[in-house]
C-alpha cells in the first residue's frame, strides 16, 4: 500500500513538472519584445518556419472580416511562414486602426512592419489602393504593383506613448483598405539614433553577398529582414564572394556598435566585378525633401595573410570616410550623416591596397517628420477606460480620439486642431442614448478640460459621483433619464443655482436633493439651470397667457394631414387677409412663393410666406416645413407662429426677421458692410442652428438646403435660419441618412448627392462650408475669373496653396481681420467641403473651432485697442525739457 502511494506521488510530481516544463516552453513561444500579428487567422500559433508565436488579431482591432488569399497566390517562402496565406478587410469606416501595447512601455525604439499581399482574395481582379498612419501621422501609401505583390513598410520608432496605433485610412476611391500581417520589435536604443519627433522608414536592407532568401529572426534578434541582392539590385559593377566558413571566424562581440547584425549577413559579401575596382550605389526616393541616412556594414570574409591587406576609403555624398582597414573577425559599421532625397556612395581601394573592398550589407532609412500633435495622453486613456467599461463598439472610436480632425470621435469636441502646436484635450463628449450600463465610471474624472457632458437616456445607475464637483471647466451635465439614485453632490447643486452650472436629472426617480430621499411615483426634475420660486411662477404665467393667445387663433377646420389637426397654430384665409392688409406689402419671394409683411391684433410684426399655384414646392413640402417647425425651437431657427390650410390656400407665418437675408447684405455693395468679429458670430448662429437640428432633435434633422439667402438675419445682425420645406427627419432604423431625390440649390449642394441621391448631416455641413467661404470671402459662390467662372472652393483653394490670406479675405473689411483667426476660419470651411463626406467634421465640432475663432479674434482686438491707448498715452506725453 505504502509503494502504491508512493507510485502515485512520484507520477503527480511528474505530471507537475512537465505542466511547468510545457508552460516554460509556450512563455519562450511568445518572444520577448515581440508582437507578432497575423491579420485574418482565427487562433493563435507558433510558426515552425519563422520560429515566432504569432496572434490572431482579433484583440488588437475592433472592426474588420477574416479573409483568406486565392489558394495559387500563397507564397511557400519559409521567411513569411504562414504570415501571407490570410488578411483582414476593412468594408466599414473610414479609419481602421490596430492599438499595439508593448510590455516596455513608452520611451523605447519599436522597429513597426505592415505587410499587405492582395492575392485577390475578393475574386474582384481589382488591387485597392489606401494610407496607411502611425498615429495622428501619415506613413505611407500602400498600393500593390500587382495580386502577387508583397509590400512592406517599416519603421524604427521612438514611442512617446504606453500604445501604438497603426491606422489604416479609406481614403477615397481607392478600394477596400486590407492588411496581412502587423509586427512589432523592441530595439536597442543605441542601435539606432531615432529622435522623438520623428522615425526611420526602412528604405532597403540588403545582404549584400546572398541571393536566395532573407534573413531574419532567430538570426536577426531584433527580426529584421535582410534582402538578397537579387531582390533589391542597387550594387553597380559587383558580383558575390562567399565566405569559407569552415575556416573563418566571425567575433560578435567585436561590434562596437551594438547593431547585432546576423552573423550569416557578415559570412557573404560582394566586391568588384571583373576588371573593376570601386563598389557603387545610387539610390533616390522620390522625396526631394526627406533626409536619408546608409549604414554600411563590413566584415572580413576570408583570412588575412602576412603580406595581405584590405584597405578602402568611402565616399557618401561627396563625404569622404576612412581609409578603413578590415581585419580578422573585427565587423565594422559606417554611419552616414543625413542627406536630402538620394543617396550615392562609392566603396574605393586605396593604392596600397592589395584586396578589393568588400560590402557585406546595407541600410538606407528615411527620416519621416511625426511632429504632429496628438491628443492629451490622459484624455486618451480615459476614452480608452470608457470605451472599455461600457463596451462601446462605435465604428469610428479607433486610433486618436481627436486629431486628426477629420477622423474625431462621434459625440467628442476637443480643444484644439491637428494644425495647432498644443496637445488637444477633449472638452465636449456626449453619450446621450448610448446603452451605457452601470455606475458611473471613475474614468470621467480624467478629462480635465471638459466642459460638456451628457449622460442622458442610458441605464446608468448607483450615485452621482462627487467628482463632477471637481472638474474646473464643467458647465454642463445631463443625467435625466438614467437609473440613478441618491443625493446629488451638494457641490453640483450650488454650481447649478449659481448659473455656472447646466444640470438635469429628471427621469431618475430615486435620486434628489436633499437627503433623505423620499419615494415619490413623480419624477423629481430640476430645470438645466435651477431656478428660483419665482422665476417659476412668472414661467408658468407665461405658458397661460401664451395659451390663451393661441386659443384665440384656433379655428374648427384644416384639411390635409394629421398633423393639421393641431388648431392651436392654425390661421383662417380671411384673417391672412386682414394680418397682410389684403397682401399689401411684398418683401421677398422664394421657392415656395411670395412673402408679405403683416401685423397681428397686438402689432407684433410677422412674415407671411404664401403658396403660389406656379410654386416649385408644393404641398409636401409646405407639410414638411410646417412639421419641423412645431417640434423644434432654437433661437438661432426663425420662429413660426402659425399656418393656412384652408382648400387650395397654403400659407406659413413667421416672426419677422427685419433684416433680410445674409445673401443680400454680402452681394448688395451699397450695405453696410458686416465686420470681420459680425462675421463670426454669424456663422456661430448659423451652426448653432445646424448642430441643434443635427444634435439636439431626436430623431435628427437635416435641412437640405442650407444657404446664405436662407440665413435671416435680425435688426442686431444675429442669423437665423429659415426655409425647412426640403428638410428631413432621419427615421429610418439607422438614423444615418435619407435616400431621396436631388435637391437643394446648385453651388450649395455636395456634389456626390446629384449622383447618389444619399442624404446625411455631412451634406449640410458641406453646404456651411461654402456659406462661411462667402462670409470669410465676401464673394459670390460662382466667381469670374478672367474668362471662365468657377466655384468659391476651387478659388479659395488656388490661392491657399500661394499661402494668400490676404487675397482671400473679403477687401472690405480693409485690413481689421486678424490673419491667425482668418487661416482658422478658412480650415474650418476646407474641412466641411472635403471631397469625402465622412472627412467632414461634426457641427458640433464645427462650432467649437468657430468659437474659438471669435474669442481669439475679440484677444486680438482687445490687444490692438491696448497697444492704441499706450500709444495715445505716448503722444499725449509733454515735451522734454
Known sequence: MNGAKTLVLLTEIWIYFVLLSTMAKMSNMENSGFISIDCGVDADYFDEDTGIYFKS???????????NLQPQLRTSNPSFGKQLITLRSFEEGTRNCYTLKPE??????????????????????QIPSFDLYLGVNYWAKVALADEESLNMYENLHFSSSDTIDVCLINAGNGGVPFISALELRLVNSSSYIVQSFSSLETLARVDAGYNIFSCRYKDDPYDRQWWPTDFLSLLKNSQNANANSSTLNIDMQEDNDNNKVPVDVFRTAAMPGTNQSSLSCSYADGYPWRNLYVNLYFSEIEKILPGQRRKFTITINGDDYGPFTLENSKPLTIRSNKSRGAVNFSI???????????LNAFEILQELNLSSPTTNQADVAAMTDIKRIYKINKIDWQGDPCLPSMYIWTGLSCSSNDNSTELSKIISLNLSSSSLRGGIASAFSNLRAMQNLDLSFNDLTGAVPEFFGQLPNLSLLYLNGNKLSGVIPQLLVEKAKTGHLQLSFDGNPK?????????SKKNLMLPIVVSTISILAFILLSITIITWIMKKHRVTKCKKGSLLNSKNHSFTYSEIISITNNFRDEIGEGGFGKVYLGNLNDDTQVAIKLLSASSKQGYKEFLAEVEVLLVVHHRSLVSLRGYC????????????????????????????VISWKKRLQIAIDAAHGLEYLHNGCKPPIIHRDFKSSNILLTRDLQ????????????TSLKGTHVTTQPAGTLGYLDPSCH??????????????????????????????????????????????????????????????VNLNTAWKSVEIAISCVAPNATQRPDMSYVLAELKESLSLEMTSEEDRSMTMSLNQQDLSLPSAR
Not at 519599436?110 to 492575392?119: E, H, K, N, P, T
Not at 442669423?719 to 432621419?730: E, I, P, Q, T, V
Open 57 to 67: 488579431d482579433s484583440e488588437f482591432v475592433s472592426n474588420g472580416k477574416n479573409q
Open 104 to 125: 516596455q512601455g513608452s520611451h523605447n525604439n519599436y522597429l513597426i512592419r505592415a505587410s499587405f499581399m492582395y492575392g485577390n482574395y475578393d475574386g474582384k481582379n
Open 348 to 358: 574605393n581601394p586605396t593604392e596600397d591596397s592589395t584586396l578589393p573592398p568588400i
Open 511 to 519: 435620486l434628489c436633493l436633499t437627503a433623505p430621499c423620499k419615494k
Open 645 to 672: 390650410n384652408e382648400e387650395e390656400i397654403m400659407a406659413l407665418v413667421y416672426d419677422y426677421v427685419e433684416n433680410g437675408n445674409l445673401q443680400q447684405h454680402l452681394s448688395d455693395s451699397r450695405a453696410n
Open 719 to 730: 442669423a437665423k435660419l429659415s426655409d425647412f420645406g426640403l428638410s428631413r427627419a432621419l
Open 755 to 816: 449622383a447618389s441621391g444619399i442624404f446625411n448631416k455631412k451634406t449640410d455641413t458641406y453646404s456651411f462650408g461654402v456659406v462661411l467661404l462667402e462670409l470669410i470671402t465676401g464673394q459670390p459662390i460662382i466667381i469670374p475669373v478672367e474668362e471662365y467662372h468657377c466655384h468659391i472652393i476651387q478659388w479659395t483653394h488656388s490661392l491657399i496653396e500661394r499661402g494668400d490670406i490676404k487675397r482671400i479675405v473679403d477687401p472690405k473689411l480693409q485690413g481689421e
